[in-house]
């Protein structure tokens, strides 16, 4: 999966084509000055998938619970600061209309499941929870929830949903000290192979033109014939009108 992503990313550029960023180095003053040193590039805006079946997961827990409930899910990092949920899981948790809360222990206790299970515990860094039927905007709770996480994570990525169908989806890069808010988060799917993608600009330049714009000529005048009526002569244009 994340060959094939990093060829289809390759693939949208020709191959005589490259991505430069020139970074300025400060040091050739000859006068006394302070300047910040250049730091590196940009990280590119976050994206996060999900696996169809966790989307669906998801999906039936938000519209199934009347009262908030709260999962973990094990993440993916792919090329390009791009990452995939591709496993649930809900802790034992005590809930409210407005709040759901997962101490500790029961968090401990679902590290230990995930390790039984086989996978990886590092990997167990996002958290998602429901707002019922209210905006999905945080709430203190949620502020301090986040909080706690990136203590030991240095990645993290809070999903919040709600019944109407809103979410809001925030990417947490302790080290890069950023904060993505309301990032793009869908399904994810197959990315086209390298050689469709080629193919396809073939059949682009081949297929697809742009339309031509045509000016039309000035029409010229004929020259106006006469007609004479009662002694007066009378001029007729081209398309013989008075």
Request: hydrophobic share 40%; aromatic share 10%.
């Given at each position: 999966m994340h060959q094939d992503l990093y060829d289809y990313q390759s693939s949208l550029f020709d191959e005589n084509e490259t991505i430069e960023e020139e970074i300025g180095f400060p040091s050739s003053s000859m006068t006394p000055v302070t300047n910040w040193l250049p730091r590196e590039a940009?990280?590119?805006?976050?994206?996060?998938?999900?696996?169809?079946?966790?989307?669906?997961?998801?999906?039936?827990?938000?519209?199934?619970?009347?009262?908030?409930?709260?999962?973990?899910?094990?993440?993916?990092?792919?090329?390009?600061?791009?990452?995939?949920?591709?496993?649930?899981?809900?802790?034992?948790?005590?809930?409210?209309?407005?709040?759901?809360?997962?101490?500790?222990?029961?968090?401990?206790?679902?590290?230990?499941?995930?390790?039984?299970?086989?996978?990886?515990?590092?990997?167990?860094?996002?958290?998602?929870?429901?707002?019922?039927?209210?905006?999905?905007?945080?709430?203190?709770?949620?502020q301090e929830t986040i909080k706690t996480f990136i203590q030991t994570a240095p990645i993290f990525i809070r999903g919040i949903y709600n019944k109407q169908g809103d979410a809001k989806v925030d990417v947490f890069n302790v080290e890069a000290e950023r904060c993505w808010q309301c990032v793009t988060n869908k399904v994810y799917t197959d990315p086209l192979s390298a050689k469709r993608v080629k193919d396809l600009k073939k059949i682009i330049k081949e297929n697809v033109s742009e339309q031509s714009i045509m000016c039309l000529p000035n029409r010229k005048k004929r020259k106006k014939d006469t007609v004479t009526y009662n002694g007066e002569n009378y001029w007729l244009n081209h398309y013989g009108d008075l």
């Open positions: 940009e990280l590119p805006t976050p994206k996060v998938f999900y696996t169809a079946e966790v989307h669906d997961e998801i999906e039936f827990l938000v519209n199934y619970c009347k009262k908030e409930v709260s999962w973990m899910g094990l993440v993916k990092s792919l090329d390009n600061n791009q990452y995939l949920i591709y496993k649930l899981y809900i802790p034992v948790q005590e809930v409210s209309a407005t709040e759901s809360d997962v101490s500790p222990d029961n968090l401990l206790q679902l590290a230990a499941e995930v390790m039984n299970d086989g996978y990886d515990v590092s990997e167990l860094i996002y958290h998602g929870h429901s707002h019922v039927n209210m905006a999905v905007n945080p709430s203190a709770q949620d």
